[in-house]
T-cell receptor, first 112, second 115 residues
Framework: AQSVTQLGSHVSVSEGALVLLRCNYSSSVPPYLFWYVQYPNQGLQLLLKYTTGATLVKGINGFEAEFKKSETSFHLTKPSAHMSDAAEYFCAVSRSFQKLVFGTGTRLLVSP | DAGVIQSPRHEVTEMGQEVTLRCKPISGHDYLFWYRQTMMRGLELLIYFNNNVPIDDSGMPEDRFSAKMPNASFSTLKIQPSEPRDSAVYFC?????????????FGPGTRLTVT
């Protein structure tokens, strides 16, 4: 069975600081990995995804993530946080599109 | 494209009443998913359809929940009778094939409150 662990239910950063949101997965087969963002009172929006090929994946809004098989990780980073990045972020794993398994989410707080 | 459309956006009902949530997927998408989001359980897949046919309903919590997809552009999730523990945000998502990996597009959700 596949699963995702997101370390830290809340992460606080200052505007302009590095954003690092952690995600570790468990999968018996090579996984597909996703990061979604949810703004207040909205649905989830795809930030980026890893399927095959290049392990460093770039997404929207300046976010990127690196697939590290040896560490079973897919951490999300952004060099400089903006106030508009405040939202909840979900990591998800799938081997096929049918079973997208989400982590519990990390709320990113950005202070001026 | 208008994206995935859900209605109503908010629903408040009394325990025991029937509740119907509606979803219109993105045109051309042939897979539709229903999710439930709560603080305690996070995001859970309830059921998904392919070409209007239910494929996996193992996430449906109990017989009080039912879902239908009468055509490619409409789906409903019904709860009868509703209970306070059903209070949650219910999301609908549809998929478009990109290469070999399907990317799910989510609607804005329906916030259900059962009193």
């Amino acid at each position: 069975a596949q699963s995702v662990t997101q370390l830290g239910s809340h992460v606080s950063v200052s505007e302009g600081a590095l954003v690092l949101l952690r995600c570790n997965y468990s999968s018996s087969v090579p996984p597909y990995l996703f990061w979604y963002v949810q703004y207040p009172n909205q649905g989830l929006q795809l930030l980026l995804k890893y399927t095959t090929g290049a392990t460093l994946v770039k997404g929207i809004n300046g976010f990127e993530a690196e697939f590290k098989k040896s560490e079973t990780s897919f951490h999300l980073t952004k060099p400089s946080a903006h106030m508009s990045d405040a939202a909840e972020y979900f990591c998800a794993v799938s081997r096929s599109f049918q079973k997208l398994v989400f982590g519990t989410g990390t709320r990113l707080l950005v202070s001026p | 494209d208008a994206g995935v459309i859900q209605s109503p956006r908010h629903e408040v009902t009394e325990m025991g009443q029937e509740v119907t949530l509606r979803c219109k997927p993105i045109s051309g998408h042939d897979y539709l998913f229903w999710y439930r989001q709560t603080m305690m359980r996070g995001l859970e897949l309830l059921i998904y359809f392919n070409n209007n046919v239910p494929i996996d309903d193992s996430g449906m919590p109990e017989d009080r929940f039912s879902a239908k997809m009468p055509n490619a552009s409409f789906s409903t999730l019904k709860i009868q009778p509703s209970e306070p523990r059903d209070s949650a945000v219910y999301f609908c998502a549809s998929t478009s094939k990109l290469g070999t990996v399907y990317e799910q597009y989510f609607g804005p959700g329906t916030r259900l409150t059962v009193t």
